[in-house]
């Protein structure tokens, strides 16, 4: 199993003495259903709202000064994607039955593939905040007056090319397949086309994910993180003087930043985890241990989805300049209000 499927098939179709009726009244496995069912609306609703309004914000004038907030702009975008690709799918599978992948073999391999896709560029986005920060603070004279958006738009654009061919697999690894069994054809949808392609999704694929979604940005997110608050308070007696205001929007920054990579750390690392031992996992199934999966799998899902979903959140709780800015749009919006009303 990987991040491109839902735990209900897989040991069913392998285990011949497994009871679906069993597996199915198990208090877990109804659990599992219940988070499926209403969590993923209400995060939706709040990662799209939220995502739109970090957008607005980070692209304001007094706030996009620096590269590090075109990149955080792209962030945002990608966050809203990886909740529409991955999170809407599974609400929709559980609420309504109906799997969209199945509704046509292109629409199975997309879907796969924005999933992963998604998930890892939003993943590598906060790795290029990260640095961009690293370079501002240990070469500021060499960032004075070099702020260039086209900067971040071909970094990130370069970014999204190699994860592209990374994730190309999908393309040619998912197929439909027709089995015929007597007279009746039997149509499999979105199913691996091969048993070599099946191994490697199944054992080197999750490996691959790990270390590309989780272990190696989580490493660099380390080191960029450790280097900013090193040289910060290196110079923490700058904050008295001329520069101040630069040290002190750097701090928040720094702190924002520190505030982000912790909470993609504590909320990808169970998935990941989950993923690469999933051969172990499922070893001597049975119908209670699968529903005890079912009902991990959602957990650990939700918290993958949720790092998706509250960076506006966090950016409210550690950005005082974040905060200022979005006071003013609600601001200008009420005077908007109270200017139609008085016009009728």
């Excluded at 999933?278 to 079912?294: G, H, P």
Aim: glycine residues 4%; proline residues 3%; contains cysteine.
């Amino acid at each position: 199993m990987n991040r491109t499927e839902n735990t209900s098939v897989e040991p069913i179709t392998t285990a011949n003495s497994f009871s679906i009726e069993l597996f199915l009244s198990y208090n877990e496995y109804k659990a599992a259903i219940f988070i499926w069912k209403v969590f993923p609306p209400i995060m939706i609703v709040f990662g799209t709202i939220g995502n739109i309004l970090s957008i607005k914000v980070l692209t304001r004038r007094n706030i996009r000064g620096t590269n590090s907030f075109v990149f955080l702009t792209v962030l945002a975008v990608s966050d809203t994607m990886v909740l529409y690709s991955g999170l809407l799918r599974q609400w929709i599978l559980y609420t309504f039955e109906v799997d969209i992948r199945h509704v046509h073999p292109m629409l199975c391999k997309t879907n796969i593939f924005f999933v992963y896709f998604t998930l890892q560029f939003s993943a590598w986005l906060l790795v290029l905040v990260t640095f961009d920060r690293v370079f501002a603070t240990w070469f500021p004279h060499s960032f004075i007056g070099k702020v260039s958006h086209w900067i971040p738009i071909t970094t990130a654009s370069v970014l999204a090319v190699i994860l592209i061919a990374l994730n190309a697999h999908f393309f040619h690894g998912f197929e439909d397949l027709q089995y015929q069994v007597g007279n009746e054809t039997i149509v499999q949808s979105c199913v691996r086309k091969d048993n070599e392609y099946r191994h490697f999704s199944i054992e080197i694929w999750p490996w691959i994910d790990l270390v590309v979604f989780n272990l190696l940005p989580f490493l660099l997110l380390l080191i960029g993180s450790a280097l900013i608050f090193i040289k910060v308070f290196q110079n923490r007696k700058a904050l008295m003087t001329k520069i101040a205001p630069v040290s002190g929007r750097l701090l928040s920054l720094s702190k924002t930043l520190i505030i982000l990579n912790t909470a993609f750390l504590l909320l990808n690392t169970p998935s990941s985890i989950y993923l690469a031992g999933q051969t172990t996992w499922y070893d001597d199934i049975n119908e209670k241990k699968f529903a005890v999966l079912n009902l991990v799998w959602a957990m650990v899902n939700i918290l993958t989805y949720s790092n998706n979903t509250i960076n506006f959140l966090l950016y409210c709780l550690s950005g005082s300049k974040f905060r200022q800015e979005l006071m003013k749009i609600f601001s200008q919006l009420m005077s908007f209000k109270k200017k139609q009303t008085f016009n009728y």
